[in-house]
């Protein structure tokens, strides 16, 4: 005859092996990838179980986020060096496999932040895994070269059209655009005579908070 297995009993939080960081349904941690040379991977924890006779073996179930180098599209120059997008992939893994914890910012949080540490990220998309789709579909684009932000990246606003730009998509580079005062975009200049003085106000946050995103990714 054989034996029943002993029932799964679902547990409120879990402490990380080796630390004395607690985890719950709802946080966010990183995973260690079966190949070393790869950064970890981000999830979200949805579940955590025990099973086994003394309930040691906690296992968790988790939903995937995806970073832009592991969707179907691969990364692209407005992906954040901190992006990841939430994905409709779910697993079960190993509590044994956690790293750590990490926060998974929503994007306009994440452009709040006055530094950002090695387990800060941000997510601005659902990622469909099997189709490789993402939703939204379409978000807001800046500058010529009619890209959508990337936080990583200082951009300039002009004073008239209140449009905001890359230095490099301008002819200028970013040393020079932080000694700006004044900045009025070439349309602007041509439309009301306007003279493109140094100027310049720094990203939809400030030239400070990119620079330090710049400097600790």
Not at 130 to 136: D, I, K, L, Q, R
Not at 180 to 197: D, I, P, R, V, Y
Request: hydrophobic share 30%; glycine share 6%.
């Amino acid at each position: 005859m054989a034996k029943s297995r002993p029932p799964k009993r679902i547990l409120e939080s879990y402490t990380i092996k080796g630390s004395d960081k607690v985890i719950k349904p709802g946080d966010c941690v990183l995973m260690r990838a079966s190949d070393t040379s790869k950064p970890p991977y981000v999830a979200r924890v949805e579940a955590i179980e025990a099973a086994g006779s003394r309930g040691t073996n906690v296992r968790v179930r988790v939903r995937w986020y995806y970073r832009p180098e592991e969707s179907m599209g691969g990364r692209r120059p407005f992906h954040g060096a901190k992006e990841v997008f939430l994905s409709d992939h779910y697993d079960v893994q190993s509590a044994d496999t956690i790293e750590g914890k990490c926060n998974v910012h929503s994007f306009r949080s994440y452009t709040k932040l006055d530094s950002v540490n090695a387990e800060d990220f941000f997510c601005r998309f659902e990622y469909k895994s099997a189709t490789g789709s993402f939703v939204p579909d379409r978000i807001a684009v800046f500058c010529k070269c009619e890209m959508p932000y990337n936080p990583d990246d200082l951009m300039i606003q002009c004073e008239e059209c209140s449009d905001w730009f890359h230095p490099s998509c301008i002819g200028m580079t970013i040393k020079d655009a932080k000694k700006l005062e004044h900045f009025f975009c070439q349309s602007c200049t041509a439309e009301n005579g306007k003279m493109a003085e140094n100027s310049h106000e720094a990203t939809a946050q400030s030239e400070e908070k990119v620079e330090s995103k710049r400097r600790r990714r």
